[in-house]
């Protein structure tokens, strides 16, 4: 595996002709090695030596999560014996995927994390908190760990919730940095205030978030980071988007203005539903190319999230693109009375509404065979008139109202937490497929 650590600030061209070199011995590797890969070759006629540039890539079909869930052996690449670590996919949109590392796969890792954690402002000087699971098959955990030792960090891993724990661990260790859902930073700001302590008077500086997305399409903060940054401002908050079939993460520099796409481990496409190339600052589903992946390498897969990529240099002087935040996942986009929307822009307005405590968001295919939207809250009003102010809130925000319905608070963030889920769900896709 070849790396570049001063990638970010090499010219467009460098970057390119970098990727491009990588490209070739990926196709060559995959073509010899993956039964997938080297069938597809053969199936579309095309000799995998002619595949050398970025235009290139651009011959080959699409690779679907339905290939990865029916075919999944078929893209191991190594012998049995070379695999040391299996982790799954969560299984959002469907079936978890196994994955197979490598020894090499996990040197991998840890260089990405590495890099993440620093392009973040980390330094060996920095405690990691880690907030979240390790074990459950997770890649994410135990790249978070390997990255924080290659980069030299001190690491304790308390693991996900348990408020108590977390600044118990904080008080003893002196933590600096944390890795973390942001949501849960909120159950650390309510438990600090209830028990009479300033978070921001704590060591606790930098939060790397995952699994929410910090900030809009636009660029904006979240209601929900807003809520966090207002009350733990003390907090500096970047957000990092990654995938278990990417084995790669794009991470927010000091600028905010979108994550780093790691140039020397992965190529990214932003495509359409045509699986067209979309202009610059338009929405697309996110397609990437893993560079220097030995167990499991992907070419062209569609991850189904849906961001936005900027190609303008960033502030901070790095000159690869960037990534926004997931505006959200082409399998559960809803079409709702002529208004097209995802389950991200329904979350940040009800994180906006302070008599929410908790929520369940369902989709389902009602009888007219169209989508219809049911939005589960727990609560302690439960008036006619809540119930009006949030559909109004709903209709100024995205110009239509869901159905809305009460349910016990404790119910809601039973059901938030279905069994053998590594994350909490708020999103629920009932409908006809």
Known sequence: MVQDKELHYRSAEEIRRFQEARLRETIAYVADRSAFYSAMFRREKIDPETICTLEDLKRLPLTSKEDLQLRGKEFVCVDRRAIIDYVTTSGTLGDPVTFALTEGDLKRLAYNEASSFSLAGCTDEDVMQLMTTIDRRFMAGLAYFLGARELGLGVVRVGNGIPELQWDTIRRVGSTVCMVVPSFLMKLIEYAEKNGFDPNESTLKRAICIGE?????????????????????????????????????????????????????????????????????????????????????????????????????????????????????????????????????????????????????????????????????????????????????????????????????????????????????????????
């Open 213 to 433: 997305t910090l900030r809009t399409a636009d660029g904006s903060l979240t209601k929900l980071a807003e809520k966090i940054s207002e009350r733990w401002p003390q907090l500096e908050l970047h957000s990092t988007y990654a995938s278990t079939e990417m084995q790669s993460s794009f991470t927010e520099c000091s600028a905010h203005q979108g994550g780093h796409i790691p140039a020397d481990l992965i190529i990214v496409e932003l495509l359409d539903d045509a699986g067209r190339d979309v202009a610059d600052g338009e929405p697309g589903e996110v397609t990437i190319t893993t560079l220097g992946v030995e167990g499991m390498p992907l070419v062209r897969f569609r991850t189904g999230d849906i961001c936005i990529r900027y190609n303008d240099p960033c502030p901070c002087g790095r000159n690869t693109p960037r990534l926004s935040g997931v505006i959200g996942r082409k399998g559960q986009m809803i079409k709702f009375k002529g208004t097209t929307l995802y389950p991200p822009a329904l979350f940040d307005i009800l994180d906006n509404i302070p008599e929410v405590e908790n929520y369940l968001v369902e989709v389902f295919t009602n009888s007219l065979g169209t989508d219809q939207i049911q939005i589960k809250i727990g609560s302690q009003n439960h008036s006619e008139s809540f119930i009006k102010q949030i559909k109004d809130i709903f209709r100024s925000k995205v110009r239509v109202a869901p159905d809305i319905r009460f349910e016990a608070v404790e119910l809601i963030a039973k059901q938030q937490m279905p069994p053998m889920s590594r994350k909490v769900v708020k999103f629920f896709d009932l409908r006809n497929k």
